[in-house]
Antibody
Framework: EVKLVESGGGLVQPGRSLKLSCAAS????????MGWVRQAPGKGLEWIGE????????KYDPSLKEKFTISRDNAQNTLYLQMSKLESEDTAIYYC?????????WGQGVMVTVSS | DNVLPQSPTTMAASPGEKVTITCHAR?????MNWHQQKSGSSPKLWIY???KLASGVPDRFSGSGSGTSYSLTINSMETEDAATYYC??????????FGSGTKLEIK
């Protein structure tokens, strides 16, 4: 069974950084592109970016102004999202997802709240 | 603005009613998926590659489309189908783009 479990969310002050993790199991992690998606409260889904299996290629939504860095550790079957200079607009549920011609499996999501 | 137009934005359907949701891609020849999201839960892949049902999806659902116009259809609405549906385009620039979402309620 494919399982994706995000962690590392919580309350963070504006301007600070935060790193999210996504533990993967139930599939060959190092065979797949992986990505991150977020959803602000009451809003739609917003794709953040993706990383290929060997980390040689990373792509991001151009509107996010280099706020995010995606990385992975294939030995630990873990995907990461480093977020910097956080603003209140970054308050959202953050999902990791496996990519296979789009997104085929999602994690349960982790809440990030940016507030002083 | 990296959001694909979906219509309608919200709708309510009676049990047994036929429902159609449409999505407009930015370019032709894309790979189109649909995701279902129920309140308080993460999205689930529902339809992939325009018309293929994900595992466990009832066959009252179908997907179709070509060019820049795609649709999700429920042949006969059931209570459990109430959810928000998002289309999701793959493999263009940017690599993944979501639709604006359609909230489907039961009458």
């Amino acid at each position: 069974e494919v399982k994706l479990v995000e962690s590392g969310g919580g309350l963070v002050q504006p301007g600070r950084s935060l790193k999210l993790s996504c533990a993967a199991s139930g599939f060959s992690f190092d065979d797949y592109w992986m990505g991150w998606v977020r959803q602000a409260p009451g809003k739609g889904l917003e794709w953040i970016g993706e990383i290929n299996p060997d980390s040689s290629t990373r792509k991001y939504d151009p509107s996010l102004k280099e706020k995010f860095t995606i990385s992975r550790d294939n030995a630990q079957n873990t995907l990461y999202l480093q977020m910097s200079k956080l603003e209140s607009e970054d308050t959202a549920i953050y999902y990791c997802a496996r990519e296979d011609y789009g997104l085929d499996y999602w994690g349960q999501g982790v809440m990030v709240t940016v507030s002083s | 603005d990296n959001v694909l137009p979906q219509s309608p934005t919200t709708m309510a359907a009676s049990p047994g009613e036929k429902v159609t949701i449409t999505c407009h891609a930015r370019s032709s020849g894309v790979y189109m998926n649909w995701h279902q999201q129920k309140s308080g839960s993460s999205p689930k892949l529902w339809i992939y590659d325009t018309s293929k049902l994900a595992s466990g999806v009832p066959d009252r659902f179908s997907g179709s489309g070509s060019g820049t116009s795609y649709s999700l259809t429920i042949n006969s609405m059931e209570t459990e189908d109430a959810a928000t549906y998002y289309c999701q385009q793959c493999c263009s620039t940017p690599p993944i783009t979501f639709g604006s979402g359609t909230k489907l309620e039961i009458k």
